[in-house]
């Protein structure tokens, strides 16, 4: 028998055993009516989730980092200039990539545990001509989430393009990518959408289509050319198979049922959920007497969450326990060692929120520190009442 265990790290996530059944379909052509019907629903049920009419959304096989490439990658020219609103690791992932393509990065660095401020956004603006702004919505090291709506209501006016790494909100927390403005949105397949680790995600809109085509050097990637994939996607929308790559059929199979389940919850319930379980989960943490990242409430993200060890835990030691029933996953970047992250989105539920409460009471407890359980439990109580 498998054993029984709760995986709450920041993706991948718990799948759904519809998706996960999904998966295990046996293998159509990716040219059959079938898989072409299946493919195009998914890219119409992609436009639904972030609330777009017009952006093309565009799935490929690959994880985050390859939607963070295809993101850029078509947009920019050697020496453009891009701004990255870093708030935390992926942040500075973002510049690393863009400084590896040829652009000229300014890094708008926000002390870990805090959030970009839209009105330092507006004045970079107005100080130098930039191509694109960059910004994390959620950053997986920190569970801090920007305010996207503020800082795309700023950027909107500019010529500058928005590009936001949606890898740990999408799904999870609202991003309605006409009405706020987001100019190209990526995320990956193993967090809040739910499917299994392989796909890479990336919706440009209109605006940011037209920038792709008045590039003036040839993009510096094959794969990941929007030349090469526009076309693949929009025939499969009109319900006639493409070819450029073999599309991972499977996994897309597998998103066409995880997008079911969302769309059949209602996106806006989805947001809910995870809106309260985030709260549940933070102030169970906040009556054990632990700090989370973010400095302010209202920084913190309701699809994960980073908690400070309280003096004397050992971070390896904490989690080994733990992981007898829960898997969390340790720090990242220079919080490595001195928090745990606690994903909870997908089709995370009450259930899995109290377990994880509990088993990190008891875990603790069982280290010499006895916090008060009982009472993190009632408090997430109160917040779950209200699902
Ligand atoms: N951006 C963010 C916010 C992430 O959390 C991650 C992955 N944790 C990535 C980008 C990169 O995604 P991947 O690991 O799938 O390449």
Not at 35 to 61: C, N, S, W
Request: proline fraction near 5%.
């Amino acid at each position: 028998m498998t054993e029984r265990k709760l995986l709450m790290i920041p993706g991948p996530i718990n799948f759904d055993p519809s998706v996960l059944r999904a998966l295990s379909t046996p293998t159509p052509s990716m040219l059959s009516p079938s898989f072409t019907k299946a493919f195009g629903e998914t890219l119409t049920d992609l436009r639904k989730l972030v609330f777009t009419e017009k952006a093309q959304p565009i799935v490929v096989a690959g994880s985050g980092t390859l939607a963070m490439d295809i993101a850029v990658l078509n947009l920019i020219d050697e020496g453009d200039c891009v701004l990255v609103a870093d708030i935390g690791f992926f942040g500075e992932r973002y510049a690393e990539i863009l400084t590896g393509y040829g652009a000229k990065v300014d890094i708008l660095k926000n002390k870990w545990g805090t959030i970009a401020d839209p009105e330092e956004i507006r004045k970079r603006l107005g100080e130098k001509n930039y191509k694109l702004v960059t910004v994390t919505h959620v950053d997986t090291s920190t569970g801090c989430r920007n305010d996207v709506k503020e800082i795309a209501s700023v950027v909107k006016d500019s010529e500058t393009l928005l590009v936001v790494d949606g890898v740990c909100a999408t799904a999870g927390e609202p991003e309605m990518m006409d009405k706020w403005g987001i100019d190209v949105l990526l995320t990956a397949s193993q967090k809040a959408i739910g499917v299994p680790p392989g796909l890479a995600l990336v919706w440009f809109n209109e605006r940011a289509l037209e920038v792709s085509t008045e590039r003036r050097s040839p993009i510096r990637s094959y794969f990941a050319s929007l030349d090469k994939w526009l076309p693949v996607m929009r025939s499969y929308e009109r319900g006639e198979p493409g070819y450029f790559g073999t599309p991972p059929v499977n996994l897309i199979l597998a998103l066409r049922q995880s997008l079911k389940l969302i769309l059949e919850e209602r996106v806006e319930n989805v947001f809910r959920r995870h809106r309260l379980i985030g709260e549940a989960f933070r102030s169970a943490m906040q009556a054990l007497g632990l700090k989370i990242v973010p400095m302010d409430e209202s920084y913190a993200a309701n699809t994960m969450t980073a908690v400070h060890y309280p003096e004397g835990v050992e971070d390896r030691k904490f989690r080994e326990v733990l992981a007898q029933n829960v898997i969390v996953a340790g720090g990242l970047g220079g919080l490595k060692g001195q928090t745990f992250r606690v994903g909870h989105m997908g089709r995370v539920n009450s259930n899995d929120i109290l377990a994880t409460i509990g088993q990190i009471g008891i875990t603790f407890k069982s280290l010499g520190i006895d916090l008060d359980t009982g009472t993190a439990l009632a408090e997430a109580q109160q917040v779950l009442e209200r699902l």
